[in-house]
């Protein structure tokens, strides 16, 4: 279902750092939103989370996590690999807080993506988290530093409070959900929200958010099972496990 294209920790470390705040004010819409669990919420256009882009049209989902370097991007492998047999993306550019045809912060160029071995080597959804790098020719500043950055949790368990944001190919907007995280199977996350189409892959699973900011801790990216899943009101995530935390621990040491 969210395969839409497919070329296209804070791990729990001494010393982690908390959520980093955009630099830049977000505007009057990122203001939280009370919702239903399990039903869609208001677009929230967080400038952490936005839309990759290919051949112009955006395809699936990405959000800036805390890294030294302040350039790190996190989302499903899928959407930069096409797994076994297949090779990386390339001509990928990210929109932070992408909405209505609108990239308030500018396109970002991807490099630089990384998979997990069992991903590139066998399509193993139980490792379809992805992070690559992102870069704005011209521009001196980071990305975490005008975005904010969430941090990054694995081995956190599965039962978590979540809000879940993704771009539907069909929207130019944002879709954005709080529901309750459970376990699917031995490795993979499973949440019930309405409308997750495709192009949502990779959409973080944040808990914990700052109720103005929306920044928090991300736990699961849309992906695993069936590519994020076969039906829109279930989306499934690859559990972060030590994996994911060493694959997140060598694009960090890069700074």
């Known amino acids: 279902m969210r395969r839409a294209l497919l070329l296209v920790l804070c791990v729990v470390l001494t010393g982690c750092s908390t959520?980093?705040?955009?630099a830049e004010t977000a505007d009057e819409d990122t203001a939280a939103?009370?919702?239903?669990?399990?039903?869609?919420a208001a677009p929230r256009y967080n400038p952490a989370i936005g839309a990759l882009f290919a051949d112009g049209t955006h395809y699936c989902t990405a959000s800036v996590v805390?890294?030294?370097?302040?350039?790190?991007?996190?989302?499903?492998?899928?959407?930069?690999?096409?797994?076994?047999g297949g090779e990386y993306a390339s001509g990928i550019s990210f929109a932070p807080g992408y909405h209505d045809g609108v990239a308030p912060y500018g396109y970002w160029?991807?490099?630089?993506?990384?998979?997990?071995?069992?991903w590139a080597d066998s399509s193993d959804p139980d490792l379809d988290v992805g992070f690559a790098t992102a870069h704005q020719a011209g521009n001196a500043k980071t990305l975490e530093s005008v975005t904010g950055a969430n941090t990054l949790l694995?081995?956190?368990?599965f039962a978590h409070t979540i809000t879940l944001t993704g771009y539907p190919d069909a929207r130019e907007t944002p879709i954005v959900c709080h529901g309750?995280?459970?376990?699917?199977?031995?490795?993979q996350m499973r949440v019930d929200c309405a409308g997750f189409t495709t192009g949502t892959s990779g959409g973080p699973w944040v808990v914990d958010g700052d109720p103005v900011t929306g920044l928090g801790t991300?736990?699961?990216?849309?992906?695993?099972?069936?590519?994020?899943g076969d039906d829109p009101d279930t989306s499934y995530s690859s559990y972060f496990d030590t994996d994911v935390a060493t694959l997140y621990r060598k694009m960090d040491a890069r700074g």
């Open 19 to 22: 959520a980093s705040n955009p």
């Open 33 to 40: 939103t009370v919702q239903v669990e399990g039903a869609p």
């Open 66 to 84: 805390h890294s030294g370097p302040g350039d790190l991007l996190l989302t499903a492998a899928h959407c930069l690999h096409d797994g076994e």
């Open 109 to 118: 160029d991807v490099t630089n993506p990384q998979v997990p071995a069992g």
């Open 154 to 157: 694995a081995s956190g368990g």
């Open 180 to 187: 309750t995280s459970s376990q699917a199977d031995t490795y």
């Open 218 to 228: 991300v736990v699961g990216v849309i992906g695993g099972y069936l590519y994020g």
